[in-house]
């Protein structure tokens, strides 16, 4: 009898909790706290952590960064109000670097661990790009631009600043050489080590100080990055050695210990492949060189090496996880540390490599960070809990992994939200997501706008079609020359899987994606009427025109192939806005007007096409000052708020009307002033 009652007093004290809860609004992802960049001594024993915060009166979000043990404990806030940003240890542990802007330039400050106040450290004629420190702590080496003469300065004032566009080192866009200079910190002296006209990509110093790799180009036409090539340079010498001749861009360069091999990272050996990026090792005077990561089946990201230089550690991606694995260099075996149904991700490791710092989340639990020795990593320290109202306060929605067997038999996987409180009737309305890329992917991560519209009612479906990547290569080429016909079928597929299922009404479907969301998107509601309401955002339309004004290698490599002239048909057949007059979907276009990745005009186009052609409802909404992504909060705020209204008044039949927005301590102190 105790047994019962206890059991109906746990259920009903859950109950009660869960009936506290809310569905997530717009407004509390805006309000959502954010971690920003984070970094462990070198001693493993601290931890700098930045956090951002909203500021919605200003329209903009701010960063400070906090201090921590990192074995949990007391944390204070770091750096005082003048803040910084790109924040680096020094490799003895005495100090941390930082840049701020000084007269509109970026210039690095240093800061002692032991505490007091940061100084600045150089004055340099242009602003500080890249750095890293030297292995004993003595120097630092930075890329910064070579600034115009006084001369060049005075007439460039005056109004002769033409830009003569595609003429080095100048692309669509106003460009200017570089350098890499080394900056002696007790003389306070910079020495310029490269010569000549070129443009610094990325650069790694040896651990002895006498050599440099870097990736440079000589000329910046936006769509050959393939030209950019790896170079050695003896500090002292002012030629070059080239240690690369392909037409591949390389990058992620590592120095091993012994001052002869560099590990770096690149799709291919000899030409720009549809590949998931591989690791290589070279010996930089023999200029041989092999392919190491060949086991792993994935991808490599933030990869941190071990003393010895006989192991790697780095954080990889396969399907909707990623975990952190070790690879022995000399083998190639791959060793897998966590096995986390999540998104487990190094941010930085101490300099013995025996304690990590990383971040977790899933679909469910909001990205926070975490401290643990390597041989412990299953019994992590949570350092923060940025946003626990999200665990406390808000109802999430219920997920699974799904997979489905596409139009030919290839096995497709994705995430299907659904409300917690969902009916298997065949009577909720569906909101189909497309990712980003191509090369994309959903993730088991936090993407609270999901929660809202489960909150909102929908069961969503978020797959990863052919050409997504940590699936390995074979699905990753899947739509070479075939964009927009098989990744649409995988779409399709998948949505009839749901119906078949008995989740969705197909009365009441939408769809939505951002980038290559929205081009595929675009795509999808020329070939089929079954969406009621679409959403796209920062798409191409016009394959044909974008080939100018944006990106165009991976159009012209792999996903159509050729060039307007030499495949004219290609480029006209895979362009939404050529098939404008099939679409029967009431449409809302969403862009940045400073996109450069997608441009603008892609949105104008297509929406000017199905507004002169009048048979369906259509809306274009700009934003101002924004890029590919929508950074302002209230620009992000009308994104989604104007979003779930066209989908619900579409999809479903709604007029809806947004939340207000709740004024919190900081909003109602700027109200009172």
């Known amino acids: 009898m105790k047994r019962i009652v206890l059991f109906l007093f746990f259920t ?10 809310r569905p997530m609004t717009t407004d509390d992802i805006i309000n959502m ?30 960063t400070k960064y906090y201090y921590i043990p990192a074995d949990s404990g007391a944390v204070y806030q770091y750096i005082g109000e003048a803040g910084g940003s790109d924040m680096k240890y020094s490799p003895d542990g005495k100090y941390i670097s930082l840049k701020r802007s000084v007269d509109d330039k970026q210039q690095l400050f240093l800061l002692p661990t032991t505490g007091g106040e940061a100084v600045q450290l150089t004055e340099h004629k242009n602003s500080i790009g890249s750095y890293e420190w030297g292995t004993d702590s003595k120097a630092i080496y930075f890329v910064s631009s070579v600034p115009r003469s006084s001369d060049e300065e005075k007439e460039y004032k005056a109004g002769y600043d033409q830009l003569f566009v595609d003429e080095p080192p100048h692309g669509q866009t106003e460009g200017s ?21 070129l443009i610094v990509g990325s650069f790694a110093v040896s651990p002895n100080q006498e050599r440099i790799v870097y990736t440079a180009r000589f000329e ?5 990055q393939y030209l950019s090539e790896i170079y050695l340079l003896e500090v002292g010498d002012s030629t070059a050695v080239q240690l690369t001749e392909n037409e591949v861009p390389e990058g ?22 549809l590949h998931q990026s591989k690791l290589w090792r070279m010996h930089v005077d023999s200029k041989e060189y092999e392919m190491i990561s060949g086991q792993f089946n994935g991808n490599i990201g933030s990869v941190h090496m071990s003393p010895d230089g006989e192991t790697i550690y780095f954080s990889g991606s396969v399907k909707t996880n990623s975990n952190i694995f070790s690879m022995d260099l000399q083998s190639g075996e ?25 971040t977790f989340e899933d679909v469910q639990t909001p990205r926070d960070l975490y401290a643990a020795s390597f041989e412990n990593l299953d019994d992590p320290v949570r350092l923060t809990d940025l946003n626990p109202f999200v665990r406390d306060s808000l109802i999430l929605a219920d997920y699974e992994v799904v ?8 096995e497709i996987e994705g995430l299907k939200y659904t409300p917690v409180d969902i009916q298997q009737d065949g009577s909720a309305p569906f909101l189909l997501h497309i990712h980003g890329g191509p090369a994309g992917v959903f993730r088991n991560s936090f993407s609270p706008q999901y929660h809202v519209w489960a909150g909102l009612g929908y069961v969503q479906l978020a797959p990863n079609v052919r050409g997504s990547t940590a699936y390995g290569d074979e699905l990753l080429r899947g739509n070479i020359e075939d964009i927009g016909d098989g990744d649409y079928e995988d779409l399709m597929s998948g949505v009839d899987m749901l119906i078949d299922q008995n989740w969705i009404d197909e009365e009441q479907m939408a769809v939505r994606g951002w980038s290559y969301g929205g081009i595929l998107g675009g795509t999808t509601i020329t070939k089929t009427d079954r969406f009621k309401a679409a959403s796209l955002g920062a798409g191409v339309f016009d394959w044909t025109s974008e080939y100018a004004m944006g990106f165009n290698h991976d159009v012209r490599l792999w996903y159509i192939g050729g060039e307007p002239w030499t495949n004219p048909e290609g480029y006209r057949e895979r362009s939404a806005a050529t098939h404008a007059a099939n679409v029967n979907t009431p449409t809302l276009f969403l862009h940045g007007d400073r996109d450069r990745v997608d441009t603008p005009q892609q949105s104008l186009i297509f929406f000017t096409f199905l507004k002169d052609i009048g048979k369906v409802d259509t809306r274009y909404i700009e934003f101002k000052r924004e890029g590919h992504g929508i950074r302002e909060p209230r620009n992000q705020r009308v994104r989604d708020v104007e979003e779930i209204r066209w989908i619900q008044k579409y999809a479903r039949g709604m007029e809806w009307e947004p939340w207000e927005r709740e004024l919190n301590k900081e909003d109602e102190n700027s109200e009172e002033d």
């Open 403 to 410: 997979q489905w067997e596409s139009y030919d038999g290839l």
């Open 334 to 358: 791959v060793t897998q540390h966590t096995d986390r149904q999540g998104s487990v991700s190094i941010v930085d490791m101490n300099r013995t490599r025996d304690h990590v710092l990383f």
């Open 12 to 21: 009903l004290f859950v109950s009660s909790a869960f009936a506290q809860k």
């Open 220 to 224: 910046n036409r936006r769509n050959q």
């Open 177 to 197: 050489w570089n350098n890499i200079w080394k900056f002696d910190i007790d003389s306070k002296e910079e020495t310029k080590l490269t010569s000549g006209e």
């Open 252 to 273: 992620g360069l590592n120095w091993l210990p012994d001052n002869q091999h560099i590990l770096y990272s690149a799709a291919h050996d000899e030409e720009w492949e």
């Open 33 to 62: 706290d954010r971690l920003g960049s984070a970094m462990i001594s070198p001693d493993g024993n601290a931890v700098i952590f930045g956090k951002s915060t909203l500021n919605w009166d200003d329209n903009k979000r701010e």
